[in-house]
Structure formats: structure tokens, C-alpha cells
């Protein structure tokens, strides 16, 4: 299957589309590596969506990009109709790393985005929301602590809330739990699955771990690297919600197994 | 269900104390008060002085006895605390000190950010702090002092010069301090670089100019002191000097004493300084300091 013919088949029954990436294409002039190649894809409104492939497949690259982080060589990103041009409000990204400031409190940091764009009055005011978006992550109490006195997980909770503080319409999300303990991972990913279907968000997870892809995503994105092509947009219709009991089942095992082939195939190219 | 039956007893039993094959041993420096072993390096320390000057190793000119010393000590602290000349001569090395400090961190920071932070400052004046850096500092005096005069202005300004450059190299290094996930979150918020700058580089680097300030405020005190050896007027340092030339040792010696506690009473308030402002950076404070 073609990555266009792919994409066609995987994108019908969503919603509107949010993103659009059109002969999206990157090298790096310093050394002319090519790190993606005619990237076409589609997000749609609602959709969470994984990218996965082996190290240097250039996902990193693709994401930066979809963030308004570094131009693509060749190619446009369109957000909600405007084209991705740098950094944007309605972009909300997380890393590997909580990255919280030691010298703000829990809450202080998750305002910090409205602190940069509006200002510390407009902070302020959203020191209600920051509350709420505690609440809802489960860390209802810790309003004030300082980051130092939270655990890896407790951090990447309370850096989902700085991501949300600011309603973004898409959540780009950079290996968010590849840090924490695989027990404390399988929890967040359940977590981000809730909240992501009470915020009607649209995600664009990158992960190296096919099994996380899986129990979380509509769609898998599958790069071959050097240079990073889609090889093909695979499709996850387990039912949703999904629970982790889920990861035990054949469908689940064979949807691993069959991403795992297509893995195996593009490292020997 | 047996498996746990069959084990429970077994592990009640090796629960008791008999049964510890390979007990924790504390060490005994571990269980000493701090105090106790700082009084003990005193009293040995203090025996040691007394035992080679009551021993007549050295001559009483060369180092006085530490009852000579003392009593010496105490006679100066009359004059001091009867706002004799002494303490004159102190109000002028302290202001000094505290003149040279500020005017350190005011440049020392200035271009601390200046090479930490631009392209420019990195690539063209950089090299320059470098080699200057490098030069013995205490070397310039003289002309300072022919710049200056006699009077504070030149003591202030090699105080400051010793000074800048470890707070300069501090503000620097604490600028590169932040990493790649900080600096890419501050890009997606679309900070400008004022706010990365004021609200997540210097923050984050703090603990390096700090560093860089404690290293600075054993400078001033030497840039202080050394600009009066070399450049005369009415300073602590005049009195070291000239209770030397006259060979004075329990002067001498009381004079350092008193002094040390200046350098320690600016020493102790960049600490404190930093324990309020870096709050967050607790444990390395106090590694670093004691």
C-alpha cells in the first residue's frame, strides 16, 4: 500500500482535518542529510495519531516542524487553515522531560505559558484554571509545592496542565513518558487517553514503544529512515476507550506484531 | 496458598538480631558534633603554636606566643570598639571592600551577559576577558594608583578588577546553564528573548553566579588589601604594613584576625543572599560553602 492510498483509506470517518502537511521534505544544509522526504499526512479533529520508526527516521525533525519550531526545507503545514509559520498559541507541545522551573510552584508553572504570551496579570487570572487542570490530572493538593517535592510522574502531570492551560487545538507530544517506570507509563498513558477524549483534543504522539502507539492511537504513522518516508499509515480500530487489559488481547498482538514487520523491514533498507 | 504457609516462619525467624551476619557500622567521626571537631583542629592547632614558641624553635620576632597574640588582639578590639584610629582605618578598607564588590558585580555582570548571551560578546570580547584573565592582576596596581592616587579610588578599582572577572565567567557559564528541553519549551511558548533571558536562563544559572560571587568576594578583599600595601593611604592594610616594618608580630597577627572576619562578614552575606534567592538549589549551597 502507498502512503497515499494509505492515508485515503485511514482518515475517511474522522472529523475535520486539522492539520495538513503537504510535500513536507527537510535536509539539513550542514550536511545535506535528508531527514524526511515527501511527507503527506492528515490529522483529523479528535484523532490521535503516532509516528513511530527507529532512531534518526527523522520524527524528532517532523515535529519540530509541525510545531513551528524549524522550517521545512520543502513543503507546507497547515494549522486550522493558517499556515505554520513559528511557534503558535494554539499548539501545545510536551517533551521527555517534565521540565518544570524549581523556582515556581506547581501551579505557577502551569501558568507560565499565559505569563509569556500575556503577561503576569493575565497569569493570574488563570490561576483558576490551573486548579482545575490539577483536579483533573490528579494532583488536587499540590497547588503550591515546588517541583523538587514531586515525583516523575506527578511532573509530567503537572507539565500536561501547563500544556492545556492555554486550550490548544493540537497536542504535540515528544516521548512524554518514555522517562518514568513502565508502571507509572502505562498509568499516564490511560490518563492522557481520558484526557484527551474530555478535551476533545487532537494528538500527535512521538514514541518509540510499538505497544504504547497502539493502545493509544487511530493511527500509526510507520517512518522508514535515511531518508524518513512514510511507509505506512496503519490503522488501530480496537475500541475505544481502551483499557490496558486490552494489551493481552490477539487484535492487540497482531496490530504489534504487524508494525514490528514493517519496523524490521525499513531497518534493512 | 501452602507456598506462603511453608515461608512465613522461616522469615519470622531470621527477623531477629542474632541472626544480623553483617552489621552497619557507623564510623566515629560520623557521631562527633561538628563543634567538637572543629574545637579539637583549634586546640591542637593552638597547642602546636605554643609549643614551638615556648620551645624557643623560633624566635619570639618571628611568631609571637599566642597569649602575645591575644592580648594584642584584645588591645586592638578596645581601640575598635572605642572608635579609636584603628577603627578609622578600618571604615576605610571596609568601604573599600564594599565599593570594589559593588562595581565588580555591576561590570562583572554587565559583561557576564554580554559574553554569555550574544554571539557578538561570545565571539569578539570573550578572547579579551580571556587574556586579561590571565594577567597577574595584582600587577596593575601601580597604575592604578598613578591613574588614581593615594586615596580609596585606586584601591577600589583593583579591589573591583580582581573581582569581575570570576563574576564575569560566573553570569556566563550560568547562561549556558539551561538545557535544550528548557530552551525549546520557552520557543513553543513564543518567548522573546528578553523574557528566555530574565525569566528561564538567569534564574537557571543563578547557582553558577553565585559561584562566581563567592570567588569574587575573597578577591575584593585581597584586591583591597594589596592596593594598600602598594598604594599607601589610611587603610587597614597602612596598619599591617607598618606594624611590620617595625616587626610587630602580635600586631601583625591581630590585625589579619580582625580582617578575616570582614572578608568572612562578606563572604557569609553572598551566602545568605543566595540561600534566599536560590532557594531552590538548597544541598549544593551547602556542599559548596562548608
Excluded at chain 1, 19 to 48: C, P
Excluded at chain 1, 76 to 105: C, E, H, N, S, Y
Excluded at chain 2, 190 to 208: D, E, V, W, Y
Aim: charged fraction near 20%.
Amino acid at each position: 500500500m502507498n502512503a497515499a492510498a494509505a492515508q485515503e483509506f485511514s482518515g475517511a470517518p474522522l472529523g475535520t482535518p486539522v492539520y495538513e502537511l503537504t510535500h513536507l521534505s527537510k535536509t539539513y544544509a550542514r550536511n545535506l542529510v535528508v531527514a524526511l522526504e515527501d511527507i503527506n499526512l492528515t490529522l483529523r479533529k479528535g484523532s490521535f495519531t503516532s509516528v513511530i520508526g527507529s532512531s534518526g527516521c527523522g520524527k524528532s525533525t517532523l515535529l519540530k516542524i509541525m510545531a513551528g519550531l524549524i522550517p521545512p526545507t520543502k513543503g507546507r503545514v497547515i494549522l486550522q487553515g493558517l499556515p505554520v509559520t513559528g511557534p503558535r498559541r494554539d499548539i501545545g507541545m510536551m517533551f521527555q522531560q517534565a521540565t518544570l522551573f524549581p523556582w515556581k510552584t506547581a501551579v505557577e508553572n502551569i501558568v507560565l505559558p499565559i505569563e509569556i504570551r500575556d503577561g503576569k496579570a493575565a497569569a493570574k487570572q488563570a490561576m483558576g484554571k490551573a486548579h482545575e487542570l490539577l483536579d483533573i490530572v490528579g494532583l488536587k493538593g499540590f497547588e503550591n509545592v515546588y517541583p523538587n517535592e514531586l515525583s516523575g510522574g506527578m511532573a509530567q502531570r503537572a507539565s500536561i496542565c501547563r500544556m492545556l492551560i492555554t486550550e490548544p487545538a493540537v497536542l504535540l507530544l515528544d516521548e512524554p513518558f518514555s522517562a518514568l517506570d513502565e508502571l507509572s507509563r502505562d498509568m499516564m498513558n490511560m490518563e492522557l487517553q481520558r484526557i484527551c477524549h474530555e478535551q476533545d483534543a487532537t494528538a500527535f504522539l512521538v514514541t518509540h514503544s510499538i505497544q504504547e502507539a497502539v493502545i493509544l492511537s487511530d493511527e500509526i504513522v510507520v517512518l522508514k529512515p535515511r531518508p524518513g518516508r512514510i511507509a505506512e499509515i496503519v490503522k488501530v480500530d480496537l475500541p475505544r476507550p481502551r483499557t490496558l487489559d486490552m494489551m493481552t488481547t490477539p487484535k492487540f498482538g497482531a496490530i504489534v506484531d504487524y508494525i514490528r514487520g514493517l519496523l524490521d523491514k525499513g531497518e534493512e533498507m | 496458598m501452602s507456598d506462603v504457609h511453608n515461608h512465613s516462619p522461616s522469615l519470622k525467624d531470621s527477623d531477629t538480631a542474632e541472626d544480623t551476619v553483617w552489621e552497619q557500622k557507623i564510623h566515629f567521626i560520623d557521631s562527633v558534633p561538628r563543634w567538637l571537631a572543629m574545637t579539637f583542629v583549634f586546640v591542637v592547632f593552638v597547642g602546636t603554636w605554643q609549643s614551638v614558641t615556648s620551645l624557643g624553635l623560633v624566635s619570639p620576632i618571628i611568631l609571637p606566643t599566642p597569649m602575645e597574640t591575644l592580648k594584642d588582639m584584645i588591645f586592638v578590639g578596645q581601640n575598635l570598639l572605642t572608635g579609636g584610629y584603628m577603627l578609622g582605618a578600618l571604615w576605610i578598607t571596609i568601604k573599600e571592600v564594599i565599593y570594589g564588590f559593588a562595581l565588580a558585580i555591576a561590570i562583572g555582570f554587565s559583561l557576564g551577559v554580554l559574553v554569555g548571551e550574544t554571539a557578538f560578546g561570545e565571539k569578539a570580547v570573550m578572547p579579551y576577558l580571556v587574556a586579561i584573565d590571565t594577567m597577574p592582576k595584582v600587577a596593575f596596581a601601580p597604575l592604578f594608583v598613578a591613574w588614581l592616587g593615594f586615596g580609596i579610588e585606586s584601591k577600589v578599582a583593583l579591589a573591583a578588577f580582581i573581582a569581575t572577572f570570576p563574576i564575569v565567567v560566573g553570569t556566563a557559564a550560568g547562561l549556558h546553564a539551561a538545557d535544550e528541553n528548557a530552551r525549546m519549551l520557552f520557543k513553543t511558548m513564543g518567548a522573546s528573548r528578553m523574557q528566555t533571558l530574565i525569566k528561564m536562563k538567569l534564574p537557571t544559572g543563578l547557582p553558577q553566579v553565585f559561584t562566581g560571587l563567592k570567588i569574587g568576594a575573597v578577591g575584593v578583599m585581597a584586591g583591597a588589601i594589596t592596593g594598600e600595601f602598594l598604594g599607601g593611604g589610611k587603610g587597614f592594610g597602612e596598619l599591617i604594613r607598618v606594624a611590620a616594618s617595625q616587626l610587630n608580630t602580635p600586631r601583625v597577627f591581630s590585625l589579619i584576625l580582625y580582617l578575616s572576619l570582614v572578608g568572612l562578614v562578606v563572604f557569609a552575606s553572598v551566602v545568605w543572599t543566595q540561600r534566599k534567592l536560590v532557594f531552590w538549589h538548597k544541598e549544593q549551597v551547602g556542599r559548596d560553602d562548608f
